[in-house]
């Protein structure tokens, strides 16, 4: 190709969450839990869930359908599709596979790319891939896509109001309004037992809870601390949170995002010299001695930092937080939609020139923080208009849904366990239910090849 590509980034995104809900303050009184626990404890409104008729090729499918079709893309200006997704229901064949007949039926099949896997991280994974694609050797001068897509569902317990499903789909090339700092990437990767699937029979994972709060915030620290380090070396004057104008977490539910902001306001606490922590952070010497490894549950120094990070977290991380808290945790989705979020809630010209530190997190574990710019060039301002124009669209829909009360939220729930591994089958969840234009699963063979349709 030649020519150095520059500004490579996210050119477009779309989403699609199901049109069925439960509202968490019903959930809290179905389960018998004190009043409050869901939505305040956890900060969560509404949880997305699906019936049996839909399943992650099917949410996969319509995102990428909504991207293709709202940015009129030209299928055979795409050599790369990458799908992020933890909700396996086939141990060899792709999703990707299966979002290929949207391309394939145009003859459009000279595409690379597969699944990646590893809990909500797969996304990032993939994200990675396709950016690193563009900026490669390999590059052909085609557009890449990424789908990342999951039904997160929890067994009955206090997990289930943790739950969620959706999909975004994000069209990734040069010139792009949403610009990836190079460089500055900072992985955290180790092993735990927080949160994982060895049961292939079931849906439900196997969770730790308190581990799996305690791996999130120490792969915040390590993530945080390094991107720090990394990026006072492009730029001396970086000043953490304050050199940030948003700052985006992936999102198991609301109340963990603001703690997590105020947990990097602790480590710019940590990272403070004695002299400058008296200036920035008044009040709060008694936590001079405090270490990262010995505060992940201390009640103390949350309060504290949730208190001076209040204003912090209204400006730089709350307004990521509308999906997560109507929707839930997309899982690999999670971080996307909180971006997608953050987007609509400016205009274009609030945005132009800001920069976003972005952390994702899949337990097991495996976690990045990176950071995006919004391009300041003219022609990247009328992409961003576009971009965030679909956006509220797409979004809308969130008003459009159905809420459904938790007697028959738990009776979809049981249907899908049990039949979760059912063939042949044929779904019995409504249809009429679904969006226009949801791709739905019309039956289960007795090979276990699955048929789709879409409704119009
Ligand atoms: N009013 C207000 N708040 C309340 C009330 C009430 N009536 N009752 C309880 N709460 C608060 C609790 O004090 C607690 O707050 P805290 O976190 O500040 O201590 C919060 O509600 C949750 O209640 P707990 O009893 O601590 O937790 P529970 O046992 O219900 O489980 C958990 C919560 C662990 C998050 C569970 O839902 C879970 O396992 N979820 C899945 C795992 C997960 O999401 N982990 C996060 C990272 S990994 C990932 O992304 C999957």
């Given amino acids: 190709m030649g020519n150095k590509v520059e500004n490579v980034g996210i050119l477009a995104i779309d989403l699609y969450f199901p049109s069925q809900y439960v509202d968490q303050t019903d959930l ?9 626990k869901y939505t305040i404890g956890l900060g969560q409104s509404n949880m997305g869930f699906c019936s049996d008729r839909e399943d992650i090729n099917s949410l996969c499918m319509t995102a990428l359908h909504r991207l293709l079709k709202r940015n009129n893309i030209d299928l055979h200006d795409i050599g790369r599709l990458e799908v992020g997704t933890e909700t396996i229901i086939d141990k060899s064949k792709s999703v990707k596979s299966f979002l290929m007949t949207l391309f394939a039926k145009e003859g459009a099949t000279d595409i690379e790319g597969i699944d990646t896997t590893n809990a909500c991280y797969g996304g990032t994974a993939a994200l990675f891939n396709a950016i690193n694609w563009v900026e490669s050797s390999s590059w052909d001068g085609r557009k890449a896509i990424v789908v990342a897509g999951d039904i997160a569902v929890y067994g009955k317990g206090p997990a289930r109001p943790t739950g969620g499903a959706g999909a975004v789909a994000m069209l990734i090339g040069p010139d792009a309004p949403l610009v990836f700092d190079c460089g500055v990437r900072a992985s955290y990767m180790t092993h735990a037992y927080d949160f994982y699937k060895p049961d292939l029979s079931s849906e439900f994972p196997y969770v730790d809870g308190k581990l799996s709060i305690q791996c999130y915030l120490s792969a915040l620290d390590n993530c945080y601390n390094l991107f720090c380090k990394k990026m006072r070396k492009v730029d001396p004057e970086f000043k953490g949170l304050l050199s940030l104008d948003g700052m985006l977490f992936h999102t198991p539910y609301c109340k963990l995002v603001q703690k997590s902001l105020a947990r990097v306001s602790f480590n710019d606490f940590l990272n403070a010299s004695l002299e400058d922590r008296e200036k920035q952070f008044p009040g709060l010497s008694q936590f001079d001695n405090h270490s990262r490894e010995e505060t992940y549950f201390d009640r103390e120094v949350e309060k504290a930092f949730m ?8 400006e730089k991380t709350k307004p990521s937080l509308h ?52 391009c300041k060039d003219m022609s990247a301002g009328s992409k961003l208009a576009k971009l965030i124009n679909s956006l509220h669209d797409s979004l809308s829909m969130l008003d459009k849904r159905i809420c459904v009360p938790p007697t028959e939220f738990s009776e979809i729930m049981d249907v899908r366990t049990k039949n979760y591994h059912t063939a042949p089958y044929e779904p019995s969840g409504p249809i009429d239910v679904l969006f226009p234009g949801t791709y739905y699963l019309v039956k289960i063979d007795d090979q276990r090849r699955r048929t789709y349709n879409r409704k119009d």
């Fill in 28 to 36: 809290e009184e179905y389960d018998e839990v004190a009043a409050g």
């Fill in 323 to 374: 999906i997560a808290r109507n929707v839930g945790n997309m899982y690999t989705a999670s971080l996307y939609g909180g971006l997608a979020s953050y987007l609509i809630s400016k205009s274009p010209d609030q945005l132009i020139g800001k920069k976003f530190g972005l952390f994702s997190y899949g337990s097991g574990l495996a976690s990045t923080m990176y950071s995006i710019n919004i």
């Fill in 307 to 314: 208190t001076y990070s209040k204003d912090l977290f209204e």
